[in-house]
């Protein structure tokens, strides 16, 4: 089910700061081109066939979902590309950026969340991007995997605005999403990117914390969607995971207090807490302009899953509620019900 829309932000528009960060990556996002791997598109020739797509009614209908490539700080990095059918002349499209999760791909994603259906109506772009090792640096910290924990945030700021300049996307809405290690990273973009966002969601996926710590930075409105039984990673946070041989696992706080962080950098104010059908929602709105509103939606008898999703999910990670549509719920708020 869906939830009911609000505004959630309390300000103007950062068209003026998006414009400035965009004009930087267009540009290599720092540095010469040879010292940054200037951003280079290079389209697959293979088509994807559509999670559901519509019968034919002789209306606009979405070009194939595409494997494109992308080459940042001297790296090929790979994504999927989900155009939508032609938007109104002179308006570009919303552009989401969906991060899979850790020992996952693109296509899990995009078939667990079927973002397709939702964002069908409001035009929207959809990239998922591929992580290298099928993960995401959601923290701070460098490891012997990844020396450099600041690539992927580069190679998200170089992707946008390379949808921005080929795919006529709207700097003024674009959004981070994700799952699990995925919904870390979105979470990251958004804490410390909050002027390329205008707003971002997570789903069993929270800050990290320790010595791999996030911090939010400014003002985005941010929802964080976690399953109250999750077996994998507690609702409470991971203070001090288990060592793994090949890559450490990130120490994360709770959903909670994941949300209170965001509400805090976004000058909200008390939360509220509402009980819905199979999931409690708390909020915290904006209480002056230029604030953010923050959403925490804690779903019952759910595991480390996407509610609402069909496909079952691995062993040990717990059910899958039906009793929220995930996808429909963060659409709906990151958009305002567009």
């Avoid at 609000?6 to 965009?22: F, N």
């Avoid at 540009?27 to 598109?41: I, L, N, Q, W, Y």
């Avoid at 708390?282 to 509103?293: I, L, N, S, Y």
Wanted: aromatic share 4%; glycine share 12%; net charge neutral.
């Amino acid at each position: 089910m869906a939830l009911p829309q609000r505004s959630r932000t309390g300000g103007a528009s950062a068209s003026g700061v998006l414009a400035a960060v965009l004009a930087l990556l267009l540009v290599g996002c720092g540095g010469s081109a040879a010292d940054r791997g200037a951003p280079h598109a290079s389209a697959s020739q293979t088509a994807l066939p559509h999670a559901s797509a519509p019968e034919s009614s002789g209306a606009a209908t979405a070009a194939p979902d595409r494997r494109e490539q992308l080459r940042v700080d001297g790296r090929t990095r790979n994504y999927l590309l989900h155009r939508p059918a032609e938007t109104a002349a002179g308006r570009g499209k919303p552009l989401v950026i969906a991060f899979h999760g850790r020992g996952s791909t693109p296509a899990e994603l995009r078939e667990r969340s079927r973002f397709e259906a939702d964002a069908r109506a409001r035009g929207m772009l959809i990239a998922y991007p591929e992580g290298l090792r099928k993960g995401w640096g959601a923290g701070t910290r460098a490891t012997a995997q990844r020396p450099d924990p600041d690539l992927d945030v580069r190679f998200t700021e170089a992707l946008v605005a390379h949808l921005v300049r080929t795919e006529g996307a709207d700097p003024e809405r674009v959004y981070a999403v994700g799952f699990s290690n995925g919904g870390s990273m979105a979470l990251r973009m958004a804490a410390e990117r909050p002027a390329l966002l205008a707003g971002a969601a997570s789903v069993s996926g929270q800050l990290p914390s320790g010595d791999a710590a996030v911090e939010p930075t400014g003002p985005v409105p941010v929802m964080v969607v976690y399953g109250a039984d999750d077996p994998v990673r507690p609702l409470s946070g991971w203070a001090s995971p288990p060592a793994r041989a090949d890559e450490p696992i990130t120490p994360t706080r709770s959903a909670r207090a994941t949300a209170e962080a965001f509400a805090a950098a976004g000058g909200a104010g008390e939360p509220v807490t509402e009980r819905e059908r199979g999931y409690d929602r708390t909020v915290w709105r904006p209480t002056g302009r230029g604030g953010a509103e923050v959403e925490l939606l804690v779903v019952h008898d759910a595991g480390h899953t996407w509610p609402g999703s069909d496909v079952t999910p691995p062993e040990g990670f717990g059910p899958t509620s039906q009793d929220l549509d995930a996808t429909a719920a963060i659409l709906g708020f990151l958009t305002g019900g567009d």
